[in-house]
């Protein structure tokens, strides 16, 4: 029997015995009221006791089965989140291993992992040095926090991990798995360790969950990223910031749609603008971390139904707020969960809702942040809490909190070699950035390849882009428009067709950005590399910087 079907059956028998212990009282409540004198005829309350006795035996045999039935169930579910519980439990784990010199990358696993509990995953912690080929067999998914420790040591715990696995020949190809490296860029070899544990798995050929996530002493911005993708391993889009953003103030100035007809759901642009004292300063490559909004339809119903008054003032943090503006801005718990509580016991206690990140479009000099956006739905069909803020409620001339994350990990090479750019769908957005500064510094060496599905309604910044070509800014252009032709060509395939210009521009020093889907595009792309220069010198160009990914 499954974990629910006898949870369910627990539930039914518990309360068919609860019932019949019930009826048993009142069968004999009611034999007593119609004899209120026993000696006068004691046969009715005789007959009455009798059943109610009966009634309550099969309940007390029926409230133990129940008992038992849940037992049962408890005991299993925690045999599937204990060690060695089994393949089928491991398998649905989640591994978080961690390689620690201080205590840091313990505390980060740590709180890894209870984020992830929190959310319904079942999760095995471990120190790396405990962990062999036969635990990375067992499971589907790993996280790896890994430190780097004097010059570009793994730490002292990880010693016979390092010694027993990282010469090993093994084959991990059911492995999906993310590393947190963590460095400090004064160092020479900056997160050696976290690179070396990654190139060891993908020698393996475990597949990256998503790309590695360097630290640079502490970073908040980067732990907040590997916030973002536990957020979407464990499918949840409310796992709460370890800390908030430290938020500017931005101003909607413009929202419009880039593809109408298209037969993909609806993309926008949008323009913001920096308010009076904010810091409006960031590189191509950079990330926006936004701050949502829940939908005004839902902050609505929340207050109605808890008969609470969206003007009232609130004091968090020794700030007056409005109560309205301050629930918008937060995880909503159940109203049954809260219910009776007033505004000033409420605001204590909501959580800020978590941020969003998206890939900035445009460069300084533009003086705006433009950004590229497809609306996300959940199974539900309601809009996510980040697209649906930015391009449905948000009004023109709305304030949008927003803070600008380095991400040096996608900066484009600092002299005059080749770039080529590859991405599809949104990704372009932080190609075109790229792009732009590119040019904007005078470096024409640049090679665009782009995929969509429809030219006619996908095809992002055409006018742009295409003037760009055709000055000579833009070297080589490539587009893989998929639903256009009876054979699906996808960017990767325009890759794979060019591969002795690939090869050209890579002896020639080019380096490579790749951004967009990591389903499909980023490895589709990524086996094609491989395949054309070979794993020896795709290796060295990740290990060197020249093979740089921001994908999703």
Same mark, same amino acid.
Request: hydrophobic letters at 45%.
């Given at each position: 029997?499954?974990?629910?079907?006898?949870?369910?059956?627990?539930?039914?028998?518990?309360?068919?015995?609860?019932?019949?212990?019930?009826?048993?009282?009142? *069968?004999?409540?009611?034999?007593?009221?119609?004899?209120? +004198?026993?000696?006068?005829?004691?046969?009715?309350?005789?007959?009455?006791?009798?059943?109610?006795?009966?009634?309550?035996?099969?309940?007390?045999?029926?409230? $133990?089965?129940?008992?038992?039935?849940?037992?049962?169930?408890?005991?299993?579910?925690?045999?599937?989140?204990?060690?060695?519980?089994?393949?089928? @439990?491991?398998?649905?784990?989640?591994?978080?291993?961690?390689?620690?010199?201080?205590?840091?990358?313990?505390?980060?696993?740590?709180?890894?992992?209870?984020?992830?509990?929190?959310?319904?995953?079942?999760?095995? +912690?471990?120190?790396?040095?405990?962990?062999?080929?036969?635990?990375?067999? @067992?499971?589907?998914?790993?996280?790896?926090?890994?430190?780097?420790?004097?010059?570009?040591?793994?730490?002292?715990?990880?010693?016979?991990?390092?010694?027993?696995?990282?010469?090993?020949?093994?084959?991990?190809?059911? +492995?999906?798995?993310?590393?947190?490296?963590?460095?400090?860029?004064?160092?020479?070899?900056?997160?050696?360790? $976290?690179?070396?544990?990654?190139?060891?798995?993908?020698?393996?050929?475990?597949?990256?969950?998503?790309?590695?996530?360097? #630290?640079?002493?502490?970073?908040?911005?980067?732990?907040?990223?590997?916030?973002?993708?536990? $957020?979407? *391993?464990?499918? %949840?889009?409310?796992?709460?910031?370890?800390?908030?953003?430290?938020?500017?103030?931005?101003?909607?100035?413009?929202?419009?749609?880039?593809?109408?007809?298209?037969?993909?759901?609806?993309?926008? /642009?949008?323009?913001?603008?920096?308010?009076?004292?904010?810091?409006?300063?960031?590189?191509?490559?950079?990330?926006?971390?936004? $701050?949502?909004?829940?939908?005004?339809?839902? #902050?609505?119903?929340?207050?109605?139904?808890?008969?609470?008054?969206?003007?009232?003032? #609130?004091?968090?943090?020794?700030?007056?707020?409005?109560?309205?503006?301050?629930?918008?801005?937060?995880?909503?718990?159940?109203?049954?969960?809260?219910?009776?509580?007033?505004?000033?016991?409420?605001?204590?206690?909501?959580?800020?809702?978590?941020?969003?990140?998206?890939?900035?479009?445009?460069?300084?000099?533009?003086?705006? *942040?433009?950004?590229?956006?497809?609306?996300? /739905?959940?199974?539900?069909?309601?809009?996510?809490?980040?697209?649906?803020?930015?391009?449905?409620?948000?009004?023109?001339?709305?304030?949008?909190?927003?803070?600008?994350?380095?991400?040096?990990?996608?900066?484009?090479?600092?002299?005059?070699?080749?770039?080529?750019?590859?991405?599809?769908?949104?990704? +372009?957005?932080?190609?075109?950035?790229?792009?732009?500064?590119?040019? @904007?510094?005078?470096?024409?060496?640049?090679?665009?390849?782009?995929?969509?599905?429809?030219?006619?309604?996908?095809?992002?910044? %055409?006018?742009?882009?295409?003037?760009?070509?055709?000055?000579?800014?833009?070297?080589?252009?490539?587009?893989?428009?998929?639903?256009?032709?009876?054979?699906?060509?996808?960017?990767?395939?325009?890759?794979?067709?060019? @591969?002795?210009?690939?090869?050209?521009?890579?002896?020639?020093?080019?380096? *490579?950005?790749?951004?967009?889907?990591?389903?499909?595009?980023?490895?589709?792309?990524?086996?094609?590399?491989?395949?054309?220069?070979?794993?020896?010198?795709?290796?060295?160009?990740?290990?060197?910087?020249?093979?740089?990914?921001?994908?999703?």
């Amino acid at each position: 029997m499954s974990a629910s079907s006898s949870t369910r059956s627990g539930a039914w028998l518990g309360n068919l015995a609860v019932g019949l212990v019930l009826l048993s009282g009142a *069968i004999a409540l009611l034999a007593w009221q119609r004899t209120p +004198l026993a000696w006068a005829d004691p046969g009715p309350v005789r007959i009455g006791a009798a059943i109610a006795v009966i009634l309550a035996y099969v309940g007390a045999c029926t409230l $133990g089965l129940a008992w038992r039935c849940r037992r049962q169930v408890a005991s299993t579910a925690v045999a599937a989140d204990e060690p060695g519980a089994g393949a089928t @439990a491991a398998a649905r784990r989640v591994l978080v291993a961690f390689a620690s010199q201080t205590g840091f990358a313990e505390q980060l696993a740590t709180r890894t992992a209870q984020a992830l509990r929190a959310a319904g995953v079942l999760v095995e +912690l471990r120190a790396l040095g405990a962990v062999d080929a036969d635990c990375l067999a @067992a499971h589907e998914r790993a996280l790896f926090v890994a430190s780097t420790t004097g010059e570009g040591d793994a730490p002292d715990s990880a010693a016979g991990f390092v010694r027993d696995m990282l010469d090993a020949r093994l084959d991990l190809s059911r +492995l999906h798995y993310g590393v947190l490296a963590l460095g400090d860029s004064e160092y020479v070899n900056y997160c050696a360790f $976290g690179h070396r544990l990654e190139a060891w798995l993908q020698d393996a050929r475990a597949k990256p969950l998503f790309d590695l996530v360097e #630290v640079d002493n502490g970073d908040d911005g980067a732990l907040r990223h590997w916030q973002h993708h536990l $957020g979407q *391993i464990a499918g %949840r889009a409310d796992l709460p910031d370890w800390q908030v953003p430290d938020y500017g103030r931005w101003r909607l100035a413009a929202r419009d749609q880039v593809n109408p007809g298209s037969i993909g759901a609806p993309c926008f /642009r949008l323009v913001l603008e920096p308010a009076p004292g904010t810091p409006a300063q960031w590189q191509a490559g950079d990330i926006a971390e936004v $701050g949502p909004c829940q939908a005004p339809a839902d #902050v609505a119903r929340w207050l109605a139904a808890l008969r609470l008054d969206a003007e009232a003032q #609130v004091e968090v943090a020794g700030v007056s707020r409005r109560f309205g503006d301050l629930v918008a801005r937060s995880v909503l718990p159940a109203v049954d969960e809260v219910v009776g509580f007033p505004a000033a016991l409420l605001a204590a206690r909501l959580k800020p809702l978590p941020h969003r990140e998206f890939s900035i479009a445009s460069i300084p000099g533009d003086g705006v *942040i433009e950004l590229l956006l497809r609306q996300m /739905r959940g199974p539900d069909g309601r809009l996510g809490i980040g697209t649906g803020w930015l391009t449905e409620y948000a009004s023109i001339g709305a304030d949008i909190a927003l803070r600008v994350r380095g991400n040096p990990n996608f900066h484009a090479p600092p002299d005059a070699r080749p770039l080529i750019l590859i991405g599809n769908g949104t990704g +372009l957005a932080g190609l075109r950035a790229l792009l732009r500064e590119r040019i @904007a510094a005078g470096r024409h060496r640049n090679w665009l390849l782009f995929g969509e599905r429809n030219a006619a309604h996908d095809y992002y910044w %055409r006018e742009e882009i295409e003037a760009a070509h055709a000055s000579g800014a833009l070297e080589r252009l490539d587009r893989a428009f998929s639903r256009d032709a009876p054979t699906r060509v996808y960017v990767q395939h325009r890759l794979l067709a060019q @591969a002795q210009a690939l090869l050209e521009w890579v002896e020639q020093g080019a380096s *490579i950005h790749v951004c967009g889907s990591l389903e499909g595009m980023a490895p589709g792309v990524d086996a094609v590399l491989r395949e054309v220069l070979g794993e020896a010198r795709v290796q060295g160009m990740l290990a060197s910087g020249r093979y740089r990914r921001d994908v999703y």
